[in-house]
């Protein structure tokens, strides 16, 4: 298959991918800092919620690129995103490499975000029949698989049942009445609670670039094996998709979010193949 390519020179830390990591670096130390100085939790405003949560503002689709859970959390992007990064700007200039970057980023969110959708339906469905026909199963069934797991969330349940319990002795419609709301608020922690912040979807596109872009170039594992990098990308893919479908509840990696990066930098790539500028020429 042929390729396109424009002279861009060479630079190991060209313009876009120098600000990246600046940008990074700055939101990581400003999370820091607002919550050990002021209790703000800034991952919580800009990380991104669910689209259906209460939580969810639409800026929070881009603001989550650029913040991290902890030190090993960007340490890890911020080197994936200069070992790729300033290949694949280098290649395709600064301009192509920020659409690229973004649109992964945007991808990962989506594919994230879309396939939560499908798993919560049984979870809404459950909550919503409970508010259309409060009764007492139903109610015992919702806290026992609902309750955010959480010291802030334990309590609350807690304080709940213990009231619940008072309540239900005296008058059991009174009872139901006061665990619809609590119920609509357990609906909205269950909607609220999953964050997601990182730039892993937009490096994974990167690194799906770099595969496509230099198929043979080898990559390090370990800084000691060493494996192309077609085949570096194509077992890390497989491995996400493994780890996706296993979904440990361990885990709180959001592998379909690597993946949504990197389908989405597939198809920018095939798109942008179709469609070359005039100024590109073949090799």
């Known amino acids: 298959m042929s390729q396109y390519y424009?002279?861009?020179?060479?630079?190991?830390?060209?313009?876009?991918?120098?600000?990246?990591?600046?940008?990074?670096?700055?939101?990581?130390?400003?999370?820091?800092?607002?919550?050990?100085?002021?209790?703000?939790?800034?991952?919580?405003?800009l990380g991104l919620h669910y689209w259906g949560a209460e939580k969810f503002r639409p800026y929070q689709f881009v603001t989550y690129m650029f913040l991290h859970g902890n030190f090993q959390h960007i340490l890890f992007n911020m080197f994936a995103l200069w070992m790729f990064g300033y290949a694949v700007e280098n290649y395709w200039g600064g301009k192509r490499f920020l659409i690229y970057y973004l649109i992964c980023g945007l991808?990962?969110?989506?594919t994230h975000y879309a396939i939560f959708f499908f798993e919560s339906r049984e979870a809404l469905s459950a909550f919503d029949a409970f508010l259309l026909n409060p009764n007492e199963p139903a109610l015992q069934s919702l806290i026992e698989r609902f309750s955010v797991n959480s010291p802030a969330g334990l309590m609350k349940t807690r304080d709940f049942i213990e009231t619940y319990n008072q309540k239900f002795a005296i008058n059991q419609s009174d009872a139901l009445s006061f665990a619809n709301g609590f119920v609509q608020e357990l609906r909205a922690d269950y909607l609220n609670e999953p964050v997601v912040v990182g730039a892993s979807g937009a490096v994974f596109g990167l690194l799906l670039a770099f595969g496509v872009l230099f198929p043979n170039a080898v990559i390090?594992?370990?800084?000691?094996?060493?494996?192309?990098?077609?085949y570096f990308v194509i077992i890390y893919g497989a491995l996400e998709l493994f780890s996706g479908i296993a979904n440990s509840g361990m885990d709180n990696v959001a592998h379909f979010a690597h993946l949504g990066g990197m389908l989405f930098g597939f198809l920018l790539i095939r798109y942008w193949r179709k469609r070359p500028p005039d100024n590109y020429f073949y090799i």
Do not use: H, W
Request: hydrophobic share 55%; no cysteine; glycine share 6%.
């Open 6 to 45: 424009r002279p861009q020179g060479f630079n190991l830390l060209p313009e876009v991918t120098k600000n990246l990591l600046i940008i990074n670096g700055i939101f990581f130390l400003a999370s820091i800092v607002l919550q050990n100085r002021f209790e703000i939790d800034l991952n919580d405003i």
């Open 107 to 110: 991808g990962a969110a989506f």
């Open 220 to 230: 390090y594992i370990y800084f000691f094996l060493p494996l192309k990098a077609k």
